[in-house]
T-cell receptor, first 113, second 110 residues
């Protein structure tokens, strides 16, 4: 079984501040972990993914995430928020590679000018 | 490459009507899937297919049918629409490295 918990359905940060979006997972086998971003009225775009290689994963748009097995976490960070980062972010887990993803409920990120 | 395309973009149905949401991909991916997105619930897997002629149920399959006669197409059928099926529907196809999502179909059932 696999599941994902995203803490905080809404997060607000000031422009230039650190972005931290939290994701904890449950998986019976070593997981694949993903972060997706969704801009208003659009589909989902892959930000980054973890596939059991390096524990620190760098993605697009300056985002990165660290896989911590002991904490079953895969939190998403960005050192300095931009207005263009305002979107909804989804964490997802899979025991099947890029297939049969289980998504979290999402975190809406608001950037304060 | 058009990627993953979905039609229609918007649809309004009355309870009990049937319709088919279309999904096509031009990337020659074997794996395709359908998700629904509801506020506060993220995306939930409805059905998926690992290749032409092979489909299986996901987390929320009730009320939906699928078939996969070609690699390119994976339509989702609602046989008798219900208000609980009001949602945004996303089709996706996967390569070894990534799952690609279509732009979505916003369905309202009155």
């Amino acid at each position: 079984a696999q599941s994902v918990t995203q803490l905080g359905s809404h997060v607000s940060v000031s422009e230039g501040a650190l972005v931290l979006l939290r994701c904890n997972y449950s998986s019976s086998v070593p997981p694949y972990l993903f972060w997706y971003v969704q801009y208003p009225n659009q589909g989902l775009q892959l930000l980054l993914k973890y596939t059991s290689a390096a524990t620190l994963v760098k993605g697009i748009n300056g985002f990165e995430a660290e896989f911590k097995k002991s904490e079953t976490s895969f939190h998403l960070t960005k050192p300095s928020a931009h207005m263009s980062d305002a979107a909804e972010y989804f964490c997802a887990v899979s025991n099947f590679g890029n297939e049969k993803l289980t998504f979290g409920t999402g975190t809406r990120l608001t950037i304060i000018p | 490459n058009a990627g993953v395309t979905q039609t229609p973009k918007f649809q309004v149905l009355k309870t009990g009507q049937s319709m088919t949401l279309q999904c096509a991909q031009d990337m020659n991916h074997e794996y395709m899937s359908w998700y629904r997105q509801d506020p506060g619930m993220g995306l939930r897997l409805i059905h998926y297919s690992v290749g032409a002629g092979i489909t299986d149920q996901g987390e929320v399959p009730n009320g939906y049918n699928v078939s996969r006669s070609t690699t390119e197409d994976f339509p989702l059928r609602l046989l008798s629409a219900a208000p609980s099926q009001t949602s945004v529907y996303f089709c996706a196809s996967s390569s070894f490295n990534e799952q690609f999502f279509g732009p979505g179909t916003r369905l309202t059932v009155l």
